[in-house]
């Protein structure tokens, strides 16, 4: 669909008159019970676990944001959109109605981010499912056809990105001396791996691979980013806000009797629990302000994924006003977690910029959706790769604490390429 633009805003909206039109009808769950296959390869939007979540494609409107107000703008944007909206909504649950998908940047500078309402939108919750169409004026009854099934890549070849293993040992070993020297206490230092195929990537065999290896994970795709997350930054369902906060990592051998001995340790580790207590405390201490009540876990539980482990906390708290702070302003008081950025934020943020020697773009920010009610889901893009075309560039990195060796580091970033390694092979 072509699209006016305002010049100044750089939103779009799908040409036409009148406001934007919503309609939400229920669906037989069994025609939404494999919710990838129905992307079409033109502009899928994809946000899955376990068979549930909500994919789309088209463009309805879209508003691209930068810099320090990039969440702002967006949420600015999006209230006064659905202010004006015309929704029919049969269904009524958090992901009926309009929604927007967004990826926002990891760092404010130069920090482009993008919220894209889709066209067709088909969602699945438990026993609920259901399509929304989204247009100007009136809009057209949709059909969901059955896609052209996904193209395997080939050809594909891995290589270095910014920094070789060695450069980026170095970056880490950079960082323990900074950290002795008192300037943070924790910093997360990630490094890229850039794919190249004979032929441009279809990301819908990617996801599809990537949502049957890892099912606990989100798996998601917005405007080019791709990934698998295991960490929900924030999920704000009416007054309830949860969180879960990832940090500390073991890699899995494959023997589950070692596994579980790892797991035990881990659980143990000092440095681990250490490089999690931050993050756990940047989590409460942003959500305090919004919320009459947090709730902390006095200790963390381990998440098993097929590659590496995590010590975990879900964080849950009920926010005082649910209309006037919506996920996306929440996702803006959270990010930079000590998970992504480190510990004080300002500090750990400006030595990534200095030791990393790359733009993270849209790498460890939030992914997610939002409804018109403000109810969303914000994972962080984690496991994850930007595709251009026939490249990729994946992302991997790693909570650096005074115990941290630099090797044991690099061998920790290898395993979370993993992911999304594994799904670009045919
Ligand atoms: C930064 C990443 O992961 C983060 C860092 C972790 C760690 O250092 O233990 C664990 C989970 C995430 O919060 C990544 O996957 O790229």
């Not at 934007?20 to 037989?28: E, G, H, I, K, Y």
């Not at 989590?283 to 302000?289: I, K, Q, R, S």
């Amino acid at each position: 669909m072509t699209s006016a633009v305002d010049p100044a805003s750089g939103a779009r909206l799908a040409p036409g008159p009148g406001p934007l039109v919503s309609r939400t009808v229920r669906l037989d769950p069994g025609v939404a019970s494999s919710l990838l296959t129905l992307l079409p390869t033109d502009g899928p939007l994809a946000w899955v676990r376990r068979g549930e979540g909500l994919v789309g494609w088209g463009r309805a409107a879209e508003v691209r944001t930068s810099g320090p107000g990039r969440f702002d703008e967006a949420d600015a944007w999006w209230s006064e959109l659905v202010g004006h909206a015309v929704v029919r909504d049969e269904v009524s649950v958090p992901g009926t109605g309009p929604v927007a998908f967004g990826s926002f940047a990891f760092a404010d500078d130069p920090g482009s981010s993008v919220l894209v309402v889709p066209e067709v939108l088909v969602g699945r919750r438990g026993d609920d499912a259901w399509l929304t169409t989204v247009g100007r004026g009136s809009i057209a009854s949709t059909d969901l056809a059955t896609p052209e099934p996904p193209e395997a890549p080939t050809g594909v070849t891995f290589a270095d990105g910014a920094l070789d293993g060695e450069a980026w040992m170095s970056a880490v070993a950079t960082a323990v001396r900074r950290i002795e020297a008192g300037e943070v206490d924790k910093v997360v230092l990630a490094r890229d791996l850039l794919a190249t195929a004979d032929a441009p990537f279809d990301v819908r065999w990617t996801l599809g691979r990537l949502a049957g290896s890892y099912p606990t994970c989100w798996t998601f795709h917005v405007d080019g980013l791709l990934g698998a997350t295991p960490e929900m930054l924030l999920r704000r369902e009416r007054g309830l806000v949860t969180s879960r906060v990832l940090a500390g990592t073991i890699r899995r051998t494959g023997d589950d009797e070692h596994d579980l001995a790892l797991a035990a340790a881990l659980a143990r580790s000092s440095k681990d629990l250490e490089e999690h207590e931050y993050a756990v405390r940047s989590v409460a201490e942003a959500l305090e302000p919004h919320c009459s009540s947090v709730n902390v876990p006095d200790s963390p539980f381990v998440l098993h994924l097929p590659n590496v482990m995590h010590l975990a906390t879900d964080v849950a708290g009920n926010v005082h006003d649910p209309r006037g702070v919506s996920s996306l302003r929440l996702a803006a008081a959270l990010h930079p977690s000590a998970a992504v950025g480190g510990t004080p934020t300002p500090a750990a943020v400006r030595l990534i910029s200095e030791l990393e020697g790359m733009d993270r773009g849209r790498y460890a920010g939030p992914v997610g959706w939002t409804d018109a009610d403000g109810d969303g889901e914000w994972g962080l893009a984690l496991r994850s790769a930007e595709v251009h075309g026939d490249t990729v560039r994946l992302f991997a990195g790693c909570g650096i604490v005074a115990g941290s060796d630099p090797e044991a580091e690099l061998a920790e970033a290898q395993a979370k390429f993993v992911p999304v390694r594994d799904a670009l092979a045919p």
